[in-house]
């Protein structure tokens, strides 16, 4: 059963089931919330959980959404890279972390969690030296579990074909306030469809800001 139990988790993890199982999960958990009577007035996402609340704010039909979250994460599955990069807890905050890695070639923030902890992604190389260059500044480092350096130029190689997918969206007029996590403001539809696609885009590649999005 143990066996059994650790190969349905490693089948879990893989990015092109894990992707939309989370977005089905995070809309499933806020149908729910409402179901009991707890009022929305604002989504927000954490990484991936970006199209979720895209979706349960109403910017996109959530059975839309997670055709697109699958579809996209196919494509990252499908990856042909060398190196599939790597990422890694600091206990930091954003600038004390920047300044280590600063000098090292390859690695960038990929994640504002919490006041006292980034996350950094990028070439392996590079993370690894990341989190040496972060213990010896005192700062505790963790390398992470995951299977391609998301939120960093490593996935770039994904962007075009995901951009076909973001074209053929229907866009609609956000139903309560989404504030993304890639900018840490509101979705406005006012500025044309434009603007939410090109934040969709960037997605992959640009830091998450959940701290700001939270501020």
Same mark, same amino acid.
């Given at each position: 059963?143990?066996?059994?139990?650790?190969?349905?988790?490693?089948?879990?993890?893989?990015?092109?089931?894990?992707?939309?199982?989370?977005?089905?999960?995070?809309?499933?958990?806020?149908?729910?919330?409402?179901?009991?009577?707890?009022?929305?007035?604002?989504?927000?996402?954490?990484?991936?959980?970006?199209?979720?609340?895209?979706?349960?704010?109403?910017?996109?039909?959530?059975?839309?959404?997670?055709?697109?979250?699958?579809?996209?994460?196919?494509?990252?599955?499908?990856?042909?890279?060398?190196?599939?990069?790597?990422?890694?807890?600091?206990?930091?905050?954003? /600038?004390?972390?920047?300044?280590?890695?600063?000098?090292?070639?390859?690695?960038?923030?990929?994640?504002?969690?919490?006041?006292?902890?980034?996350?950094?992604?990028? /070439? /392996?190389?590079?993370?690894?030296?990341?989190?040496?260059?972060?213990?010896?500044?005192?700062?505790?480092?963790?390398?992470?579990?995951?299977?391609?350096?998301?939120?960093?130029?490593?996935?770039?190689?994904?962007?075009?074909?995901?951009?076909?997918?973001?074209?053929?969206?229907?866009?609609?007029?956000?139903?309560?306030?989404?504030?993304?996590?890639?900018?840490?403001?509101?979705?406005?539809? /006012?500025?044309?469809?434009?603007?939410?696609?090109?934040?969709?885009?960037?997605?992959?590649?640009?830091?998450?800001?959940?701290?700001?999005?939270?501020?």
């Amino acid at each position: 059963v143990q066996d059994e139990l650790k190969a349905a988790e490693e089948a879990l993890m893989a990015t092109q089931v894990c992707q939309p199982a989370m977005a089905a999960l995070g809309l499933a958990l806020g149908a729910f919330l409402e179901s009991l009577g707890v009022p929305c007035d604002v989504t927000l996402g954490h990484s991936l959980g970006e199209f979720a609340a895209a979706a349960a704010g109403g910017i996109l039909d959530e059975e839309e959404a997670i055709r697109f979250v699958a579809k996209r994460g196919k494509l990252m599955a499908d990856l042909e890279l060398d190196d599939f990069g790597a990422m890694a807890a600091s206990m930091a905050d954003r /600038t004390a972390t920047e300044a280590v890695i600063a000098g090292i070639d390859g690695v960038q923030i990929a994640n504002v969690n919490h006041p006292r902890q980034t996350v950094v992604s990028g /070439t /392996t190389q590079a993370v690894e030296q990341a989190v040496v260059a972060l213990k010896a500044a005192k700062i505790a480092a963790k390398p992470l579990r995951v299977s391609h350096a998301f939120h960093s130029p490593v996935v770039e190689g994904v962007t075009a074909d995901v951009d076909a997918l973001i074209e053929a969206l229907n866009i609609q007029s956000p139903s309560k306030t989404v504030v993304t996590a890639i900018s840490a403001k509101p979705y406005v539809l /006012t500025e044309g469809e434009s603007s939410i696609k090109k934040i969709f885009s960037t997605h992959a590649t640009a830091p998450v800001d959940y701290v700001g999005c939270l501020e």
